[in-house]
């Protein structure tokens, strides 16, 4: 195998020894010639990446459902069933796993059905899990809860914020109806973290375009007279002037996270400082959180949130004064 022909190329060539369309495990490479250290330079030079843990497939192919589902059918066993937050990136929730979480199958959401015994493998966060049989889909021969299911689970957890951005990025997908999500979680009675799936449920928006959004919001329905809008228009009579991530249109304010994926690059930046300028010209007050300000283990939003609430209302007392 040329691996530096491959570098020129930026493709796995003709030699390679698998077929180069199809995921593969590093028992399947090791077993057709490929050694380890052939294996971590073509990850290196990034003509494959690792699918998840174990498994690998050629960059050229890039992402898809069916590239994840083959991928994982290599590593979970035919009678177990994906659930939670991987079951949401099978299908289709893509910030449902932090960045580079899917790399990570330790533990994976694989449980067995009950009556069939504890699944006994490093894959699996736990042994057996009840369903229905509406609870469970197939998808090219693989076993994931459904949506509607998916979303149940991934608001059982113990940490409300993380509970209700997972169920944003469920109701994003429009797959079920959320009349339907909201009547559903009385089944879940007496079960584990219950209690935070009936607090945040009726709080889940699938406007939400982000995790970090949905975290945000929670923290400003801790403060009174806050009520924010995802993904708000901002418009000067007819003209666009942008969207902000949360908004609120009678107090003119709007929240904005920036993560380092979309907000970082020189356009990028450059867009968003127009973007927003316009806004402020318009009489928006806006507020920019970064990771730090969200994420860090002493950061609290609900201050800034609260002064900028306090800066709106004051606003308006002034008007009203004048």
Not at 17 to 22: C, E, F, S, Y
Request: hydrophobic content about 40%; glycine content about 8%; aromatic content about 6%.
């Amino acid at each position: 195998m040329d691996i530096e022909q491959m570098q020129f190329t930026r493709t796995l060539g003709p030699d390679f020894p698998l077929t180069a369309t199809l995921p593969f495990t590093a028992r399947m490479a090791l077993e057709s010639g490929v050694t380890y250290r052939q294996l971590r330079e073509l990850v290196h030079l990034g003509l494959i990446r690792r699918l998840i843990k174990g498994v690998y497939v050629a960059t050229e192919m890039g992402d898809s459902l069916e590239l994840r589902v083959a991928g994982l059918k290599l590593v979970v066993p035919k009678d177990a069933v994906v659930v939670d937050r991987h079951a949401g990136w099978l299908l289709g929730a893509d910030m449902m796993l932090a960045p580079g979480e899917h790399l990570d199958l330790q533990p994976l959401s694989v449980f067995l059905p009950a009556g069939r015994g504890r699944l006994r493998n490093d894959l699996a966060a736990s042994g057996e899990r009840t369903f229905r049989d509406d609870d469970i889909i197939e998808i090219g021969g693989l076993l994931v809860t459904s949506a509607l299911r998916t979303a149940w689970d991934v608001g059982r957890v113990r940490w409300p914020e993380r509970a209700v951005a997972a169920i944003d990025q469920m109701h994003r997908l429009g797959l079920y109806d959320c009349d339907e999500f909201l009547a559903g979680i009385n089944r879940f009675r007496g079960q584990r973290y219950v209690t935070t799936l009936r607090a945040v449920g009726p709080l889940a928006d699938g406007r939400a375009e982000s995790p970090p959004e949905s975290v945000l919001r929670i923290w400003s329905k801790e403060v009174r007279g806050l009520d924010l809008v995802p993904q708000l228009e901002v418009r000067r009579g007819s003209r666009f002037l942008g969207r902000l991530d949360l908004g609120n249109e009678d107090l003119r304010i709007g929240v904005e996270y920036d993560g380092a994926e979309w907000h970082s690059a020189p356009d990028q930046l450059e867009h968003d400082r127009t973007r927003r300028a316009a806004m402020i010209d318009d009489g928006w007050l806006i507020e920019v959180f970064s990771k730090d300000d969200t994420f860090r283990r002493l950061a609290d939003p609900g201050v800034r949130l609260r002064r900028l609430r306090d800066r709106a209302y004051q606003r308006l007392n002034d008007v009203a004064a004048a």
